[in-house]
């Protein structure tokens, strides 16, 4: 048995000293006048995260997560790399299987439009907002961070996404209004003003709310206590939580 156990040992060790070291040739790769800049090439960005995605099945079954992928069928045409996207997608993907709820969501998203976006959405604890720029930095790790990562992860997907010019933000998840006005603004150049309007107004209602579903906990927080960011005038602003609220009847119901 202790031989075993000490086989074992060295199996995890292995394999952490070679994805370290994996990690840190991504991360040569991905700086600023690296050669593989060169090499950018058009391609599809829909097909390739449903690649990475699918190899992550097994894995996400294993632990009990449930992984989905979100995207329109069209093609997303960029230009860069695909060994480097690809690397970005599977480090956001080990960090939402590791530090996510367990048996928790994750999904998997492609945005085209006018700026193609990625994003890998979790329904975990997150990260403290004192921690997101730290993050970023090369082997820092979230004190009381489960499991024994090496702190390159995000470092490696800042600068993959920095050597493609885009950048990368660490978000809590919007309510379904801000989702869709996201979605509609990224459909255009320039946006000025956005302005949505979000009401209820079933027959019977059965909460305080008077909506004829039930909100998430995290849902009722996003849309009704903190404040928004919302474009007016082409600036970003932060509007207080119920600002503009309004009440209406319609056929005697209110």
């Not at 490696?156 to 869709?180: D, K, S």
């Not at 000025?192 to 309007?197: E, G, I, N, S, T």
């Not at 709310?209 to 602003?237: F, M």
Request: proline content about 6%; glycine content about 12%.
């Amino acid at each position: 048995p202790q031989d075993g156990e000490a086989l074992e040992h060295m199996r995890r060790s292995v394999t952490r000293l070679t994805r370290l070291s994996n990690q840190l040739l991504t991360l040569a790769r991905a700086e600023p006048g690296a050669e593989s800049q060169t090499r950018f090439e058009v391609l599809d960005l829909h097909a390739l995260a449903f690649e990475v995605g699918a190899a992550y099945v097994p894995r996400a079954l294993q632990q009990g997560a449930d992984l989905g992928f979100s995207a329109e069928e069209a093609p997303v045409r960029v230009k860069g790399d695909a060994l480097l996207l690809g690397e970005l997608l599977r480090n956001l993907l080990d960090n939402a299987l590791a530090y996510g709820r367990k048996h928790g969501r994750i999904t998997l998203g492609v945005e085209g439009g006018a700026r193609p976006a990625l994003t890998v959405e979790d329904d975990g604890p997150g990260i403290p907002e004192a921690e997101r720029e730290s993050v970023f930095a090369r082997l820092h790790r979230v004190p009381g961070s489960p499991g024994a990562g090496s702190g390159l992860g995000l470092a490696i997907v800042r600068e993959i996404a920095r050597a493609h010019g885009a950048e990368v933000a660490l978000e809590t998840p919007p309510g379904f209004i801000g989702i869709v006005a996201h979605h509609l603004a990224r459909q255009f150049d320039e946006v000025r003003d956005v302005q949505m309007r979000v009401g209820a107004l079933p027959a019977f209602p059965t909460n305080k709310l008077k909506y004829n579903l039930t909100w998430s906990v995290d849902g009722l927080v996003n849309e009704y206590c903190h404040p928004c960011e919302a474009i007016h005038g082409g600036e970003l602003i932060s509007a207080l939580p119920l600002a503009g609220l309004e009440h209406f009847s319609l056929d005697g119901t209110e």
